[in-house]
């Protein structure tokens, strides 16, 4: 791919938040993104690509062509005190913006950065952009940035909100975040020079908690839920099955902590948090749209490269961005217009505006992560399978279905090679850690590309590796398990006893790669004082939560709608205790 005959072509990256694998409709679902699924097919659907389970950590990789933990993300964005494990940008690493922009490419930024450290997000007078420990785009390669620093909070009144090094407030009441982000991506493509190619990462937030949306959307969708998550979650297959599920593949059985549907006393209400869930999605949908067409009337859709994934699974917490635990004061953002924020997930308020504060919840979770099980934060397939389209009509010439595993280390050497760049080996005075993605440029021309290294994962002691059609795979505290994938996608068949020769090999490959990248035990326990204690998950002990005067009086315990056991080597298959979002 590097003896380009044109002009160079430009890249834009979009990544949505907290997306399942089954959220969009070229991907199965009921959902309407007509600007994706045009996208997906007039270009390429790869079905096996896979993220780093988390915002943070997925960020890192994407942009590094690292592991997250090589880019210093391996956990979250606090400091646990050592490199790996530092929270922000490593400086050496270097980003798919730096690397291009040393090749005469413009860079832009749009969206949700998270990954340069961590301060209160309810006082940016206490962030230090810029400074050592909180790098932002504009310190990473980007030559104009709108966005946020932090993970979560109010579409409305998003804290943290960044233009260029500056932050800035919100100042009317027709401001929604995800709009916003594809309307300063257009003013950057307006903006750009004619002369030069240009990078774009565009970082939605959306579908993300909170339940924010414009209410024409939402109403759009109000009843199409009233059949609930179980019915939905066979519909999705069966659209799935034979375009990018194989049909051997089964629907796992339901989360051990999904209800009834039945049983479930709420189901208006129920309906219409799934309903704002998916009026988020097309939200974020028509957004991506008005970016191409502004390509289209410019004469640049051809010739630029439109990447689209998600940066976990479907997520089935609430109030914990870069905890483990709910922490409600930290998203204590009023709307522009003031008024006080009614958090957390309370039946039959209306979700969508400004003044509340939702989640959809472990049940639709499980449905937007079809056909698989478990959720963001775990390794297995749920949480780690994304939707991934690539579009770029130049070179594309037909639509075709890549069932090829890669993941997002690949992602920025495969960018960096279509472009005509270079990884440097030293950048900025730093020796730079050695790429580990892969390029797989190579599929565009209908070659064959087979990693050489193996895949490998892990987040919170979750752990996983997969060579060609086996992965192992272990749930944090339980035992590895074995799966063919090539047979059984959905994890339902373990195979740990049968093929020990085959489970002994991937974990050896596993601990390699867990020594070489420099994988910490679970959990991390930092003596520093001014570093945070990480709590495992499942774990009775939890920080204070300090609810503030204005914040709606939050009942942790009535938020724990799906408790589960965390698995041990006897309870192998039933799920460790989530949090409702």
Not at 186 to 205: G, L, Q, R, S
Not at 323 to 331: A, L
Not at 438 to 467: M, Q, T, Y
Request: glycine share 8%.
């Amino acid at each position: 791919m590097n003896d380009l005959k044109t002009k160079k072509p430009n890249v834009i990256f979009i990544l949505a938040d907290d997306l399942g694998y089954s959220d969009i409709g070229c991907f199965g679902s009921e959902i309407n993104t007509p600007n994706l699924d045009a996208l997906g097919n007039n270009g390429i659907l790869m079905t096996q690509m896979y993220n780093s389970a988390r915002c943070c950590p997925s960020r890192a990789s994407l942009l590094s062509g690292l592991t997250p933990h090589q880019a210093g993300v391996g956990h979250m964005v606090d400091n646990l005190g050592t490199h790996n494990y530092q929270g922000y940008l490593s400086d050496n690493c270097v980003t798919i913006a730096e690397c291009l922009k040393s090749s005469g490419y413009q860079t832009f930024m749009s969206g949700k950065w998270h990954v340069g450290g961590h301060e209160d997000i309810q006082n940016v007078e206490k962030w230090r952009p810029g400074e050592k420990g909180f790098p932002t785009p504009k310190q990473r390669g980007f030559d104009k940035f709108f966005g946020t620093l932090t993970g979560a909070g109010n579409f409305y009144n998003p804290p943290t909100l960044m233009l260029e090094d500056k932050f800035i407030q919100v100042e009317s009441t027709d401001f929604h975040y995800t709009d916003e982000i594809s309307k300063h991506a257009i003013k950057m493509i307006n903006e750009k020079n004619n002369t030069d190619p240009f990078f774009m990462y565009v970082a939605f937030t959306a579908p993300h908690w909170p339940l924010h949306a414009w209410e024409e959307d939402i109403s759009k969708y109000e009843g199409k839920y009233r059949k609930g998550w179980s019915e939905t979650r066979m519909n999705r297959y069966e659209e799935m099955r034979g375009n990018v599920l194989d049909s051997k593949w089964k629907l796992t059985q339901e989360d051990p902590a999904n209800p009834n549907w039945s049983d479930v006393k709420d189901k208006d209400w129920e309906d219409l948090r799934m309903a704002t869930y998916a009026a988020q999605i097309e939200q974020m949908d028509r957004g991506i749209g008005k970016i191409v067409e502004k390509l289209k009337s410019i004469g640049e859709l051809d010739n630029t490269i439109i990447m689209f994934a998600a940066d976990n699974g479907g997520c089935a917490e609430f109030l914990a961005e870069d905890s483990n635990q709910p922490q409600p004061s930290q998203f204590n953002n009023p709307g522009p217009d003031g008024k006080k924020v009614n958090f957390g997930n309370i039946p039959n308020l209306r979700p969508g505006p400004a003044d509340t504060f939702m989640s959809y919840d472990l049940p639709w979770a499980n449905l937007s992560n079809t056909p698989f099980r478990l959720f963001k934060r775990w390794v297995h397939e749920g949480g780690i399978s994304t939707p991934f389209i690539i579009h770029w009509p130049e070179k594309i010439l037909k639509h075709n279905v890549i069932n090829t595993p890669v993941q997002f280390a690949d992602i920025s050497p495969t960018i960096i090679d279509i472009c005509g760049s270079k990884y440097p080996k030293t950048f900025n005075g730093n020796d730079i850690t050695p790429v580990e993605g892969e390029s797989f440029a190579r599929l565009f021309d209908g070659n064959e590309f087979i990693k050489d290294k193996p895949l490998c994962w892990e987040h919170e002691g979750n752990r996983a590796v997969r060579i060609g059609e086996w992965k192992l795979v272990s749930e944090y505290p339980g035992p590895w398990e074995l799966y063919n994938i090539n047979d059984d996608r959905s994890e339902t068949n373990n195979l740990i006893n049968k093929e020990k020769d085959i489970a002994d090999k991937l974990e050896k490959e596993y601990k390699d790669w867990a020594k070489r990248c420099g994988i910490l035990d679970w959990p991390i326990n930092i003596p520093d004082q001014n570093t945070r204690k990480i709590i495992p998950v499942g774990s009775k002990k939890r920080k204070s939560i300090g609810l503030e005067a204005v914040l709606t009086p939050f009942d942790l315990d009535k938020e724990r709608r799906f408790e589960r056991k965390p698995p041990s080597k006897d309870t192998a298959t039933v799920r460790g205790m989530r949090y409702s979002k």
